[in-house]
Structures are given as C-alpha cells and as structure tokens.
T-cell receptor, first 112, second 114 residues
Framework: SAVISQKPSRDICQRGTSLTIQCQVD?????MFWYRQQPGQSLTLIAT?????????ESGFVIDKFPISRPNLTFSTLTVSNMSPEDSSIYLC?????????FGPGTRLTVL | AQSVTQLDSQVPVFEEAPVELRCNYS??????LFWYVQYPNQGLQLLLK??????LVKGINGFEAEFNKSQTSFHLRKPSVHISDTAEYFC????????????FGKGTKLSVKP
C-alpha cells in the first residue's frame, strides 16, 4: 500500500489569490491524480499528473486555473489560481493504478 | 458515457441492524468496482474491490459486496452495523483506458443511531 500526505490540510484564502497544495507519496507510483470534492458532492477528477510532462486535464478544467507539477514519481503539486468562492472544496490527491488507488487526507479550502 | 449511480443519498439505521448500500454501474465489457469509505474530515479509505473471480467480495470492517453482472449492480452489505460505521460511502468504477482514473458515485451517508 501507499501512504499519501497532503499539505496544507486546510486553508482559508481571499478571493483572487492562489494556493499551492502539495502531495507526497511514500513510494514511487506510476499514476497520480487530483480530484475535487465540492460540498455535498462526489469526487470529480481534475487531472492526471504526469511525471516530467504536462498534466492531462479533464473536461471543464484548464491548466491556467489548475496548474499541476510532478517533478518526480513521489511528489506533485496542484495550484488553485485566482480563487473565487466557487473554488471552495476539498482537493484530494490520489496515487496508484486501476486495481488499487490510495487517497490522501485532502485539503479543505475555503475562499472568502 | 460511463457512470456510477448510488441510489440512496442517505441511509439511517439503528445499531446492530443490517444495512445495504446500493450501487449500479453502466454496463461495459470490462469494469472493475470499488467501495470507499470517508469518515468525517478524513480522506478516502478502500473498503473492498472487485477485479475478477468470485462475485462475492469481502472487505475490511465486516463489509462485503456482490458483483451482479446481469443487474449491473455492486451493492455493499454489512449484517450488523456499529456506531463507528457512520460515514460516507462511495462506489467507484474503472472502465479501462490508459489513465486509470476512477468514476465515482455521488456517495451515500450512512448514519448509525443507538
């Protein structure tokens, strides 16, 4: 199994600012993903973080708003840019393959 | 498009009673199915998974699920729940492709009352 940590665990931010969320996995993994969980909703995939190349974004998500980095096989960051109250969500990092994915504890973001 | 449907958004149940959380998935030649649990203010934890083989899958904390291809269902069951089972439960599916991302249902909030 893989243990995933995220920083920060929660934050309250002002409109128009940006926040970078870090995700660290305790072992090398092929696939890393970023999900968003809006209040009372299910998880929606934002993008697949690709090591050494640009992330692959799902429909409705763009790189300018959610830039992602993955410099190596155990670390990734997600930035939420130019935030608005609609960005208030839990952001979760996950890692693994189709047969087993592990999730981080999430970052609870509130935008005022 | 592939989808996962959880028919009940909330399920209240008394302690020690049996529970079933329903999940249906859109039909596909190949699908892998998962149940995750999310306790308050925590991340997701894998309860159990179906990849192939026996259609009855046993997971952690006494939960089990049955893969039913004809009904396209993967319902989660526990014969006797505890207060500590109060959480949100998500059904998820993987339909193939190189990315490996999961498609999640909307979740079912299980509330266990004394």
């Amino acid at each position: 199994s893989a243990v995933i940590s995220q920083k920060p665990s929660r934050d309250i931010c002002q409109r128009g600012t940006s926040l970078t969320i870090q995700c660290q996995v305790d072992s090398q993994v092929t696939m890393m993903f970023w999900y968003r969980q809006q209040p009372g909703q299910s998880l929606t995939l934002i993008a697949t973080a690709n090591q050494g190349s640009e992330a692959t974004y799902e429909s409705g998500f763009v790189i300018d708003k959610f830039p992602i980095s993955r410099p190596n096989l155990t670390f990734s960051t997600l930035t939420v840019s130019n935030m608005s109250p609609e960005d208030s969500s839990i952001y979760l990092c996950s890692a693994g393959l189709y047969n087993e994915q592990f999730f981080g504890p999430g970052t609870r973001l509130t935008v005022l | 498009a592939q989808s996962v449907t959880q028919l009940d958004s909330q399920v209240p149940v008394f302690e020690e009673a049996p529970v079933e959380l329903r999940c249906n998935y859109s039909s596909s030649v190949s699908v892998y199915l998962f149940w995750y649990v999310q306790y308050p203010n925590q991340g997701l934890q894998l309860l159990l998974k179906y990849l192939s083989g026996s259609t009855l899958v046993k997971g952690i904390n006494g939960f089990e699920a049955e893969f039913n291809k004809s009904q396209t269902s993967f319902h989660l069951r526990k014969p006797s729940v505890h207060i500590s089972d109060t959480a949100e439960y998500f059904c998820a599916a993987f339909y193939g492709g190189s990315q490996g991302n999961l498609i999640f249902g909307k979740g079912t909030k299980l509330s266990v009352k004394p």
